[in-house]
């Protein structure tokens, strides 16, 4: 686990009720000398002792008082003082509500990225059916693009009705803040800006433009490498440009 993963656990390990792995993972991560566990675990222990400093004393009922005096054998010689007794059980009150808090907060934590690991599914698997959808169309145009081993190549498929799919390959990783735009140029026209996507790290991608699409005097498919959220018009030479 990394140092991110166990940042909400250094509370529960200073107090010695961390279960495992998280645990384990810890005190591994101290016993090779991790600055930012030891910096974490090394805080929680102050603020544990800093809250059982500060607890401030809080007088016991009347009532049960009377039953615990009763209750001590000699009582009559006894003197009893509850402030320190009531400090502790402060002190472990507060303890226990921080407890709970970091574990709900893990588990919140946990449901978040569970969320966002099914929204990314969802999204994906809504991104092959449209795909499909225009790949199963008997006809579907299809053109091809790219020749040799280095440069882009793969293939466009067009449905007027459906959309546009490019499935490409030897496509390189955008540079950090930069994504591939795609056109759909007509004959004599400006091109369209047909969405935004991005090349996986084995250099391949597949981007799909849903819809119906007019296809009319539609001339080339073309893709330019832009800023990340995209322009109305391309500003560099294509990386891909596949003619109809």
């Known amino acids: 686990m990394s140092c991110d993963d166990l940042r909400d656990s250094y509370e529960l390990y200073a107090l010695g ?23 974490g675990v090394r805080g929680a222990r102050q603020s544990m002792a800093l809250l059982g400093a500060t607890a401030p004393p809080m007088p016991p009922p009347a009532r049960l008082g009377l039953r615990v005096r009763a209750a001590v054998a000699g009582g009559r010689g006894i003197r009893w003082s509850w ?17 709970f808090h970091a574990r709900e907060q893990h588990a919140a934590d946990e ?3 569970a969320q966002a690991h099914s929204a990314a599914h969802t999204r994906e698997l809504a991104r092959l059916n449209r795909a499909l959808d225009i790949l199963n169309q008997p006809d579907a145009r299809q053109v091809v693009f790219g020749a040799g081993p280095q440069p882009p190549r793969g293939r466009v498929f067009l449905d007027s009705r459906r959309g546009v799919l490019l499935l490409a390959s030897n496509l390189p990783p955008a540079p950090a803040g ?11 026209g400006k091109p369209l800006p047909a969405g935004m996507f991005q090349a996986a790290t084995d250099w391949t991608a597949m981007h799909v433009l849903p819809g119906p699409v007019d296809l009319t005097g539609a001339g080339a ?21 596949a003619a109809l």
């Open 111 to 113: 449901l978040a990225r």
């Open 221 to 241: 498919v073309a893709v330019t490498l832009e800023r990340e959220s995209g322009v109305p018009q391309p500003t560099s030479q294509p990386v891909i440009l």
């Open 178 to 188: 930069k994504a591939y735009e795609m056109w759909v140029i007509p004959k004599g």
């Open 17 to 39: 009720v961390l279960e495992e792995p998280e645990s384990g993972e810890i005190r591994a991560h101290l016993e090779r000398g991790c600055p930012a566990c030891q910096s």
């Open 83 to 99: 402030a320190p007794a009531w400090a502790a059980v402060a002190t472990a009150a507060v303890v226990a509500a921080l407890v």
